[in-house]
């Protein structure tokens, strides 16, 4: 079974629904749930709980009734306090007309599609990619424009001026940076080169920066932010699931262009209304109380992507690349020409869940995601029982 093959019918209904592809990742997990004694690496989740102060928040704003719908795009308080924060964090001023506050991540990058795209506009992204970013814009009928990223030197690289032939066409630029599955991080410089030759083109960027704070080697990732002008067109995608442990408070904010935020309200309503107002109570402490939080599991995850590359530079079978930013190791078993069915086959044997690379778009067999946001003995364990395998 690949990745891209299975294709879901019903009564011969038809729709970009139906036909588009399910997640690979979810499909291999919802099969394997409930497997005695599984070592589940294969979802992109903090292991660690929602900060006590952030849940306090929320529970206090519970206890005082505020349980009914809220603005559109989020409440005054909250769009406020993350303007505050992407203003300290990339000393580049952003005020509260350019936010939109939203049911996460995923959400948003929906809303940032639904307001760019006609069916048949081209949109360009860097493979191997987060499976949503890949079908999200195919949903809206877009027509997929994929560039490789490469690895030298042990690590994951992007040829910015091939990647930018490449994407003439495209009315969209979606890139993800900090990446999942990879690590990969664009240079500050990368990203002003490409932020002015689109720019310069007209062409519309969607940067998806959800990971921006997990980083090893500086306080934020490179941003797209720091080059940009308010009405550039550009959207970037942010999210609370990752940086402050809030995955199930499905919470996140679009950074936008004002004049688009008109559009985005009316797709909001017409799509889940509001983001609850409790979870954005938490957003705002999250945004101004969550600084250690961030700092100490910064280092958590850097023990642990350690504890995990060096265990699998162990064998000379296996090509891992380093990765500088998010809580992955995406690496290759050299010798496997099936990623799917190794997977299973590590399920059954060795009791560990991975990703395989085919739900990444990766065009070489052999690749797995490990997501190392774990205890180090719940790691050490998984470790021990993929080494024979490797």
């Known amino acids: 079974m690949k990745a891209y093959e299975m294709i879901l019918a019903s009564d011969g209904l ?7 592809a399910p997640s690979l990742t979810r499909l291999i997990a919802n099969s394997a749930m409930g497997t005695e ?26 206890s005082k009734g505020e349980t009914f719908y809220a603005e559109g795009l989020g409440k005054p308080y909250l769009r406020e306090a993350i303007a505050e924060y992407m203003t300290s964090l990339y000393q580049v001023n952003i005020n509260s007309d350019r936010i939109a506050v939203t049911v996460s991540g995923g959400n948003a990058l929906n809303l940032a599609f639904q307001t760019l795209l006609e069916p048949g506009d081209k949109v360009a992204t ?37 990647f930018l032939e490449k994407v003439k066409k495209a009315k969209v630029v979606l890139i993800n940076s900090p990446s999942n599955p990879t690590g990969f991080m664009l240079t500050q410089a990368e990203i002003d080169k490409i932020s002015a030759t689109l720019r310069e083109r007209g062409t519309w960027i969607i940067a998806d920066e959800v990971y921006s704070r997990t980083v090893y080697e500086e306080k934020v990732a490179p941003s797209f932010i720091k080059a940009s002008l ?24 679009l950074t936008l262009p004002p004049s ?36 100490q599991t910064n280092e958590m995850y850097r023990d642990a992507r350690d504890l995990v590359c060096e265990t699998l530079h162990e064998s000379h079978n296996i090509t891992c690349p380093i990765p500088h930013s998010s ?29 395989p690379g085919d739900a990444f778009l990766m065009p ?9 946001a774990q205890t180090q003995d719940i790691l050490e364990e998984a470790l021990d029982r993929l080494k024979p395998y490797l």
């Open 14 to 20: 038809k729709s970009r629904g139906v036909e588009i």
């Open 37 to 62: 004694g599984l070592i589940p690496l294969w979802f992109g989740e903090p292991n660690v709980q929602t900060p006590k102060m952030i849940c306090d928040a929320a529970a206090s704003s519970l």
């Open 126 to 162: 860097l493979i191997p990619a987060f499976p949503n970013l890949l079908n999200v814009p195919a949903l809206q009928g877009a027509e997929l424009i994929t560039h490789p990223l490469e690895v030298k030197n042990g690590r994951w690289t992007l040829n910015c001026d091939d």
């Open 230 to 253: 308010p009405e550039d067109k550009l959207i970037v995608v942010n999210s609370f699931s990752k940086t402050w442990a809030m995955t199930g408070w499905r919470l996140g904010w």
């Open 260 to 295: 688009l935020a008109p559009i985005v309200e009316k797709l909001m309503e017409f799509s889940v209304a509001c983001a609850p107002a409790f979870t954005q109570r938490g957003g705002v402490v999250a945004l101004r109380e969550g600084e250690t939080f961030i700092k």
């Open 327 to 355: 809580f992955y190791a995406f690496f290759r078993i050299n010798t496997i020409d099936d990623s799917v069915e190794y997977t299973r086959m590590l399920i059954e044997k060795a009791k560990i869940g991975l990703a």
């Open 364 to 372: 070489e067999p052999g690749w797995f995601r490990l997501c190392f």
